[in-house]
């Protein structure tokens, strides 16, 4: 099977009332493991990769291994680049096999975030590549969300369905509450979903693919283990699961997942480097890592994402 679009998995996912699962990979065996829990699940997956984890890489071979993987597993596997800081980004990815990208121009202003966007969908449609946009900031714990109406700083709306309508963009990452990074909130913060905000976009663009970013749950078990062995994130705080699930039952077709796959990964890393401080082959520490990420996306994937079977 050939690496395929999010399009007839967005399609899929909005009418089955389930999300599809973008986890962040930053090297091969995080891959090998998010791809081994789709494959046992049988779900669709899409393996995205930042511009960071891309230069790390290398385009050429991210560009292979998804290749590679697709292949071998009988499952819609779609490349796709998260937070494309640039159209020229963009528009690398597309010439190197991604089925999927992002633009992120949402630190600029309205007209110059959709010019931009404009611009990468223009290039990447030719080349049958789908575009996903953003809209709305999605902070960190260092941002302060001003509310001084309804919508504050989350997406409005209004702005959702001009955006969509003048960009072209199959996808739109809006905000509503989720955060990037482990640290997304403030001790004391509660972490809520402004699901009336959903709801309101969803009306005016029925059909319409949403995603969600910054929306790791950071699993009490993985952060617990990374800190037993020398890790130091004790307030790291994530988005209930529980939220997740129900914004994945609504028009939220794609949740992205990256800190609670560093957690995992690393956590378990640095336990193998505690329990066999003997050893120096690789495989002895790297194999139960990409294990652990497996099992947790997996977890995930049946528990959040609700994809399970829908390969």
Do not use: W
């Not at 490349?79 to 992120?104: A, P, R, W, Y």
């Not at 976009?201 to 037993?228: M, Y």
């Not at 505690?274 to 099992?295: D, I, N, Q, S």
């Amino acid at each position: 099977m050939a690496l395929v679009t999010t399009k007839e998995m967005f399609s899929k996912a909005y009418n089955g009332g389930y999300a599809v699962g973008a986890f962040n990979v930053d090297n091969i065996d995080i891959m090998q493991g998010v791809l081994n829990a789709a494959v046992k699940t049988q779900s669709p997956i899409i393996i995205a990769v930042s511009g960071g984890a891309l230069k790390y890489m290398h385009p050429a071979y991210v560009r292979y291994a998804a290749l590679a993987a697709s292949e071998e597993c009988d499952i819609p596997i779609a490349l796709h680049l998260d937070h494309g800081k640039s159209v020229e980004l963009c528009k690398q990815c597309v010439d190197n096999g991604f089925t999927s990208v992002m633009i992120d121009a949402s630190a600029y202003d309205f007209e110059t975030n959709i010019a931009m966007t404009r611009e990468v969908v223009e290039y990447a449609h030719k080349r049958g590549v789908v575009v996903e946009g953003e809209l709305g900031a999605i902070a960190g714990i260092e941002d302060d969300v001003v509310v001084d109406d309804k919508y504050g700083s989350f997406t409005h709306p209004d702005d959702a369905v001009e955006f969509v309508h003048r960009t072209g963009i199959d996808s739109l990452a809006i905000a509503i509450g989720t955060a990037h990074g482990a640290y997304k909130f403030k001790p004391g913060q509660k972490p809520q979903l402004r699901f009336d905000i959903l709801e309101e976009i969803s009306a005016k663009l029925p059909e319409f693919p949403i995603v969600l970013h910054g929306a790791s749950s950071v699993p009490k078990d993985r952060l617990d283990t990374f800190n037993s062995y020398g890790g130091q994130m004790p307030e790291a705080i994530g988005i209930p699961e529980d939220m997740l699930r129900k914004a994945a039952s609504m028009s939220v077709c794609k949740i992205n997942v990256g800190s609670d796959i560093r957690i995992c990964y690393f956590g378990e890393l640095r336990k193998m480097f505690a329990l066999k401080p003997t050893k120096f082959e690789g495989r002895e520490f790297l194999e139960p890592a990409r294990a652990a990420v497996e099992e947790m996306v997996t977890d995930k994937i049946v528990n959040i994402m609700g994809s399970a079977h829908k390969a």
